[in-house]
């Protein structure tokens, strides 16, 4: 069955960096649509950015452009997040996800069957 697993979470100050990973197993990685998602205490999950393994397209969430970049190791089946600039309204458990094999229209929860079980972001002053 699909695994994911995130990794590389972490406590950092603003403007600091960090860089999840997500291996992926039991998955023809190609034939993906991979996605980061994010949840705060209170707060409902929502999607940051994802990448189509087939075509490389990447989207990402206003709130993260020009500060977050989404990658992927085809050769490795794994998924990363590179997080610059970071800032408290980043903190949250950061979700990796997939669906096949292509992107959803609505980049939302509900569009993704296969979920990690998470890496926690806390970003301070």
């Known amino acids: 069955q699909v695994q994911l697993v995130e990794s590389g979470g972490g406590s950092v100050q603003a403007g600091g960096s960090l860089r999840l990973s997500c291996a992926a197993s039991g998955v023809t990685y190609s034939r993906y649509c991979m996605a980061w998602f994010r949840q705060a205490p209170g707060k409902e999950r929502e999607g940051v950015a994802r990448?189509?393994?087939?075509?490389?397209?990447?989207f990402y969430a206003d709130s993260v452009k020009g500060r977050f970049t989404i990658s992927q190791d085809n050769a490795k089946n794994t998924l990363y997040l590179q997080m610059n600039s970071l800032k408290p309204d980043d903190t949250g458990m950061y979700y990796c996800?997939?669906?096949?094999?292509?992107?959803?229209?609505?980049?939302?929860?509900?569009?993704?069957?296969?979920w990690g079980q998470g890496t926690q972001v806390t970003v301070s002053l």
């Open positions: 990448i189509s393994t087939i075509s490389g397209t990447t």
């Open positions: 996800a997939a669906v096949s094999p292509f992107c959803p229209v609505v980049f939302g929860p509900t569009s993704f069957p296969y």
